[in-house]
């Protein structure tokens, strides 16, 4: 059974740090490619990083995260974390952490839309709040 489970959500300070994590089970994260998306409060869920499930581990960002947030793996753990530094409050919301096994020449860009990217295994979520 497939399976991705998030953590590390919580309240933090604006400017403030956290490090969200997204454990993989029944299967090699290092073969998947691993989405993360925010959903803020009543709106629509948005891509925010990912990283390709190859050796080369490259990575992708929106801009309203890049500079601030890092995607990385580790292969021994299974998981794929999520740093994010110098928070702002309109990155609350819940954050998700989807994959899809990788294909022959594909990268995780290609899997950023929430609802058509063909995405098969989908964690439960873990909320962030950014306030003072």
């Known amino acids: 059974q497939l399976q991705l489970v998030e953590s590390g959500g919580g309240l933090v300070q604006p400017g403030g740090s956290l490090r969200l994590s997204c454990a993989a089970s029944g299967f090699n994260v290092d073969r998947f490619h691993i989405v993360w998306f925010r959903q803020p409060p009543g709106k629509e869920r948005k891509f925010i990083s990912c990283i390709d499930g190859n050796p080369s581990a490259g990575t992708d960002y929106s801009e309203s995260v890049k500079g601030r947030f890092t995607v990385s793996r580790d292969n021994a753990e299974n998981t794929v974390y999520l740093q994010m530094n110098n928070l702002k409050s309109e990155d609350t919301g819940v954050y998700y952490c989807?994959?899809?096994?990788?294909?022959?020449?594909?990268?995780?860009?290609?899997?950023?839309?929430?609802?058509?990217?063909?995405?098969?295994?989908w964690g439960e979520g873990t909320p962030v709040t950014v306030s003072s």
């Open positions: 989807a994959g899809r096994s990788r294909g022959v020449a594909d990268t995780c860009g290609q899997y950023i839309n929430p609802v058509h990217g063909g995405l098969n295994v």
